[in-house]
């Protein structure tokens, strides 16, 4: 990795313009077994990227209209949150680019 660039950076894009980036694949690559994960194409992988074209999908639907969602740290479960209205921009985009797996809705749990 270069420069902070990298963490934007496309390492790989699908048909439909979700991507990938450069830092988020090495951060997989960094755990134990990353690459015979990636190379199996293992479910851990799997849930992985998807939640990475999720990220980057919102990210950039953020970066042309700040107001569509809030992506936050929680530093008690240190995790990042994700808010956005269930009838809003981002839940419209997510279904119709079927990104919706990743997405439960609390109602249903």
């Known amino acids: 990795m270069d420069s902070d660039s990298d963490f934007r950076k496309p390492v790989f894009v699908d048909p439909k ?44 639907l953020m970066d042309e209209d700040p107001t569509v969602a809030d992506l936050c740290w929680d530093a008690n479960s240190e995790t990042i949150i994700l808010r956005f209205p ?17 997405i439960h809705n609390i109602d249903e749990q």
Not at 93 to 102: H, K, Y
């Open 17 to 60: 313009g979700l991507y990938l980036t450069t830092v988020q694949l090495q951060f997989f690559l960094n755990r134990r077994k990353g690459y015979e994960h990636i190379k199996s194409n293992s479910a851990q992988f799997k849930e992985y990227y998807l939640k990475c074209l999720v990220y980057n999908f919102v990210w950039d």
């Open 86 to 102: 269930h009838n809003g921009v981002i839940m419209e985009e997510l279904s119709r680019n079927d990104l919706l797996g990743p």
